[in-house]
């Protein structure tokens, strides 16, 4: 073989594998921007470190705090697909952020989750009594952030002190937000992989408030968790981990949301 002919076919190999290499970087590149954003919405008067022995992958933690400053909002602005995660007060403000970028969302993951925390007598909605919510804030007070809602033995303590003006702002939200009207006019809802988990013995979200989530979205899972209150990010880290990575793998097969 001529040297000339033996450089031209070295050139093409390196041409090739050159080639080959940029497209599997484009490969990686379209991977991570297709892959969903995953924001976790907390619960009221709890800390970050709620979430400790959960291992899915997420962009960011929204504390109360921030739900209430419009934090939430601002991401979902910029997000092209998300998935949500929402505990408790986080789990109304994810449903409310469904309820406005519904085009977004490819997972819910709604974790002790209600469109509405106060009990409805005209309605009959099951939930907490005013009694039971200033119950809340004055044991929040007496407990200063030792943890009320019940800490397991070494598990970490999520339950923080914070500004009292902001704790005084979340009860505020959890007494009048109801986030049933704009979820009834998205029902039904389909395209979206949802994950329902709640305590059959919940204190502060009855457990009717699931059957209804379930009701809204047909295709959810739904999990009653026995023996347990409602910190369940600390008491079933596995099992949310597995909602999430099924919403991951839902997204990634393709599914559009609704």
Known sequence: MADGDYERGRGREIGAIAAELKRLAAARRDGVAARPSVFVLNGWAASSHAWDLCRFPRERIFSY??????????????????????????????????????????????????????EDKESGWKGM??????????????????????VPEGKPNPYLADEPENLERGLKYLLETDVRPELSARCPVAGVSVHVFQSEHDGIVRAANAEY??????????????????ALPI????????????????????????
């Open 129 to 150: 009594s005013p009694r039971r919510l200033e119950a809340l804030r004055y044991g929040l007070v007496m407990t200063r952030g030792e943890g009320f809602f019940g």
């Open 235 to 258: 008491f079933i880290p596995e099992k949310i981990d597995e909602a999430v990575d099924t919403c991951i793998r839902f997204a990634a097969a393709g599914q559009n949301p609704a």
């Open 65 to 118: 705090v921030e739900q209430l400053d419009g934090e939430p909002e601002k991401a979902m602005e910029s997000a092209e697909r998300c998935i949500l995660v929402g505990w408790s007060m986080g789990g109304s403000s994810a449903l409310r952020l469904f309820a406005r970028w519904s085009e977004k969302v490819v997972g819910l993951v709604l974790i002790a989750a209600t469109p509405r925390m106060m």
């Open 213 to 230: 989530l379930h009701g809204i979205f047909q295709q959810a899972s739904l999990t009653m968790v026995p023996g347990v209150e409602h």
